[in-house]
């Protein structure tokens, strides 16, 4: 069964038809907003399952729209936390990406301005290795990302698309090795994107994360997951209460290999490691579970079915 990622708006009216026909064909939500009148649910949806839920979604004024970067967490890395590189590019980048249905974290280097000093920290490193993607905001100077790259690249295990203000020819030729994607005109700016061009460089960089992302998925393809990560979101939802007091909006972020439950490591960490997914098989046999980087926060990387030999 292929799980195609999907975003539905539509209003509060009897949207709860909707949810119930997503668990009853097989998918999942992802995520749930309800903004005054309106409600957008992010979800995993069964392929052959779509133009019944466009079917269903019609008479309630709904509408479903393909998102491709659902189910995925990205890191958007500023050189700094400064005027220099914050906010404009960086937010409008991440704030993009979730129109998209990606989960967005900032993350903004406490060392990463200047070509001579530029520097990433073991910790900022980690972090991003956390994600499922990263994304570099550069400047405008070639000669700076020439520089500053080696360092920045160095450790770095998740694929990472670069944006800076030189063309796209021109970052191929001062970044060697390549990246897995290049973005050029998206350098240091102090407005908003609203122009034109602008909302097409922010389309540009949708499409080459979604093409990265869909590389990443047919490599998962080769080797399945033991367990869907979003199905293992709905059983920790079920049987650890506390996950319900979590004030984020997003208290279990679901990877395209794993998920962040955002609960402290060591009250509960154990609890999860011990839940059945299965008749006989818990969780930890099925996943590497460690803390995060990220405020102690949970972290669960699922087991290939190379490694456990099982599929649940």
Known sequence: MILVPITYKGGVFRHDEILDLIEDVGGYIIQKHMIAQEVVLQALVPKDDIDTLKKVSRPLAGEVIPAPLVGTEIAVVSMSV????????????????????????????????????????????????????????????ETCIKEKMPTFRRGIKVPFIVCGGPSKE????????????????????????KEPHEIAMLDEIVAEVSRIIDQKRAMIAKDPL??????????????????????????????????????????????IKNIEVESGI???????????????YILLKVKPFSETGMLV
Do not use: W
């Open 82 to 141: 400064e005027i220099h590189h914050l906010p404009h590019a960086s937010c409008d980048i991440a704030e993009y990406l979730r129109t998209a249905g990606a989960k967005t974290n900032m993350v903004g280097l406490a060392r990463g301005f200047g070509k001579r000093i530029g520097l990433l920290s073991d910790e900022e490193r980690d972090i991003i290795n956390e994600h499922d993607l990263a994304i570099y905001l550069f400047g405008n100077f």
């Open 170 to 193: 021109a970052l191929k030729k001062i970044i060697d090795p390549p990246a897995a994607g290049y973005i050029g005109g998206m350098g240091r700016f102090m407005h908003r994107t």
């Open 226 to 271: 033991s367990v869907t990560p979003a199905r293992l979101m709905d059983i920790i939802l079920e049987n650890v209460p506390d996950i319900h007091e979590v004030t984020s909006p997003v208290p279990v972020v679901v990877q395209m290999d794993g998920l962040r439950v955002k609960l402290p490591y060591d009250p509960f960490a154990k609890e």
């Open 282 to 296: 818990r969780i930890v046999d099925i996943c590497d579970i460690h803390p995060s980087r990220m405020r102690d």
